[in-house]
């Protein structure tokens, strides 16, 4: 689950460093901020530097260069005028870098579409792609997205992904079927209890991940240069919960038990993934399965069930908020990764300068307006002056 799918992925991923976003020249300190601006579900892309403002803590900042970006064209460039002189250049990284992560139970017919369209309408030869199964990590570099066919590349992808996805929940699934055993089973209501609750703790372990392992990831994020990606796919969890009074005290301990994830602080990830410069996409597959069968269809008929990824929904909901990114909730795995991918093709590149920088290691909130209020406006949250 998902301790896995992290832990798969810092293994497979390369130590190099690599220059970094923020910049440091002489002391100036140059920040990069991907906006994106929506009318309904349109991308804006008749703005101007003029139509921009930043605010960086609250204080407002000088806004240098405004470019429009299209996948990776570089569309329309604005550059900051005082007395008919460009006051400076800039230079733009606009290289891209997916990362697709499933962390998902079951294999959805659905993935087959979701890559299709990915390497038909999303990547292109000079883009960069990294794919996390629940068993491992596999890296696509230039080379070999321009050498090999995107269509030999999608199908050998779907049956890597359908076959990590069974070896890698073997454990899982072997753990929700104890649980529906129990939850059968003619036990005495205490005894009951104490089982599931047993089993809950066991599958919560599996989706356990330290804070050290995601701060990890989020600091090699920030050493790509270029813009960055991520798609996260996360499938519902859906368990039985037994008939027992809503005031009991049983039922309190049984909804801790599912609600607790005492993973990490959600607020430093998500600065932490702010700072990177990446754009994460949270994308919640509400369509779920248990070892025997429909879960959905079962607590209509004969279960009252209760979801088991509330927690994981409220942090990478708040993560992807922290990036620019969206949370999108479908049981249609295609429709999820084509909303994400359409919402990431299109943005906007604003440099600031800092006024007053301090490299004091504290977060520094950005906020972007646009002069039509009418606008939804994405973009990360702020950065950490290093």
């Known amino acids: 689950m998902k301790k896995l799918i ?6 497979g991923l390369s130590l190099a460093v690599l220059a970094q976003q923020i910049t440091h020249e002489s002391l ?12 309904g579900g349109r991308f804006v892309d008749g703005l101007t530097i003029n139509d921009f403002s930043i605010f960086e803590d609250g204080k407002p900042q000088q806004i240098e260069a405004v470019y429009l970006i299209k996948k990776t064209d570089i ?6 005028m005082k007395k008919n002189r460009v006051m400076k250049k800039f230079s733009p990284d606009v290289s891209r870098h997916f990362i697709l992560l499933f962390d998902i139970m079951d294999y959805l017919p659905k993935i087959d579409e979701a890559l299709h369209y990915f390497f038909e309408r999303v990547i292109s030869p000079h883009d960069t792609l990294v794919v996390v199964t629940p068993m491992k990590s596999y890296s696509f570099n230039k080379e070999t997205l321009a050498a090999l066919s995107h269509e030999k590349i999608a199908e050998r992808l779907i049956e890597i992904i359908r076959r990590d996805t069974i070896l890698g ?5 072997s753990l929700i079927r104890d649980y529906e055993s129990i939850y059968r089973a003619e036990y005495e209501t205490k005894t009951k209890l104490y089982m599931l609750m047993d089993k809950i703790r066991e599958l919560k372990n599996l989706r356990y ?3 050290d392992k995601v701060l990890y990831f ?7 240069t270029g813009q960055k990606f991520a798609f996260f796919f996360y499938q519902k969890e859906l368990l039985p919960f037994p008939d027992i009074p809503f005031e009991s005290r049983e039922f309190m301990d049984m909804q801790s038990e599912l609600a607790f ?19 994460l996409h949270f994308l919640y597959v509400t369509k779920t399965q248990m070892a025997h069968g429909d879960v959905e269809n079962m607590g209509q008929t004969e279960m009252n069930m209760q979801e088991m990824s509330l927690d994981i929904f409220n942090t990478f909901h708040e993560i992807a908020k922290a990036t620019g990114g969206l949370t999108e909730s479908s049981t249609n795995v295609a429709s999820l990764l084509k909303n994400a991918a359409d919402a990431s093709e299109n943005y906007y590149l604003l440099y ?12 520094k909130k950005i906020e972007v307006k646009v002069k039509n209020k009418d606008y939804r406006i994405t973009h990360r949250a702020g950065y950490i002056a290093n």
């Open 209 to 211: 991940l330290g804070e």
């Open 352 to 363: 600031y300068t800092p006024r007053l920088y301090i490299g004091d290691g504290k977060f």
């Open 261 to 279: 994830f005492a993973s990490f602080d959600t607020k430093n990830i998500s600065r932490a993934y702010s700072d990177s410069s990446i754009s």
């Open 28 to 39: 100036v300190i140059n920040i990069e901020v991907p906006v994106r601006v929506f009318k």
């Open 218 to 224: 989020a600091d090699y994020l920030k050493s790509i």
């Open 75 to 80: 569309q329309r460039e604005e550059l900051e």
């Open 169 to 173: 929940n073997n454990r899982y699934k």
């Open 6 to 11: 992290f832990v798969t992925l810092i293994a």
